[in-house]
């Protein structure tokens, strides 16, 4: 079974430009999640989708982050513009279902984007 | 926000050596997972206990959970150098909506030397 796959693995980038990470997660996984995790620190949620509605994205900076899962698939997370506390990884997860049930509630994480904001 | 606080923030023990890790939590869970994470890695899950659960094992990981102290530990016994990661402890709590939301610590860096 193919994980879940983020692009790119790294960015540079300079304040005030923008940037544009990619996921698809695991076919078939009806939940996705974007993670924020600055070093040194746990990850934090910035946005969830069930399917492609939103579920949760109150901590997600909306005056700049904007995210969209489009048919319910693959989605992306843009920042713009970018500031110097934006540099962290932005973790991509997913997981077979939305609801407390006993077998649906493993998420699964891809490996991550890396964005430095100079 | 973060819902889980772990503890020690950072443990350094030898092969062999048993490491312990603890989480506490703030609001009532319907269940605790740990996951690892190596070095420019992702997370990976390690073991999900749920609420009316009190220990948990799997290979050499023991979870416990104690609910009315909200705080639950994680214990890796005969320690590898390959268990060098960052571990942390994350929430769903109770009323989540029905979702799947998972709440992070702030995590322990175990080392673990040769």
């Known amino acids: 079974e193919a994980g879940v796959a983020q692009s790119p693995r790294y960015k540079i980038i300079e304040k005030r430009q923008s940037v544009a990470f990619w996921c698809n997660p695991i076919s078939g996984h009806a939940t996705l999640y974007w993670y924020q995790q600055i070093l040194g620190q746990g990850p934090k949620l910035l946005i969830q989708f069930q399917n492609n509605g939103v579920v949760d994205d109150s901590q997600l900076p909306k005056d700049r982050f904007s995210a969209e899962r489009l048919k319910g698939v693959d989605s992306t997370l843009k920042i713009q513009p970018a500031k110097l506390e934006d540099s962290a990884v932005y973790l991509c997860?997913?997981?077979?279902?939305?609801?407390?049930?006993?077998?649906?509630?493993?998420?699964?994480f891809g490996e991550g984007s890396w964005l430095t904001v100079v | 926000s973060q819902q889980g606080e772990e503890d020690p923030q950072a443990l350094s023990i030898q092969e062999g050596e048993n490491a312990t890790m603890n989480c506490s939590y703030k609001?009532?869970?319907?269940?605790l997972q740990w996951y690892r994470q190596n070095s420019g890695r992702g997370l990976v899950h390690l073991i999900l206990?749920?609420?009316?659960?009190r220990e948990k094992h799997s290979g050499r990981l023991r979870v416990t959970l104690d609910t009315s102290k909200k705080s639950s530990s994680l214990l890796i016994t005969a320690s590898r150098a390959a268990d060098t990661a960052s571990y942390f402890c994350?929430?769903?709590?109770?009323?989540?909506?029905?979702?799947?939301?998972?709440?992070f610590g702030a995590g322990t860096r175990l080392a673990v030397h040769p």
């Open positions: 997860a997913s997981s077979p279902r939305g609801t407390d049930q006993p077998f649906g509630n493993t998420i699964y």
């Open positions: 609001t009532s869970i319907n269940n």
């Open positions: 206990i749920r609420s009316n659960e």
């Open positions: 994350a929430t769903v709590p109770l009323f989540s909506g029905g979702y799947n939301k998972l709440i």
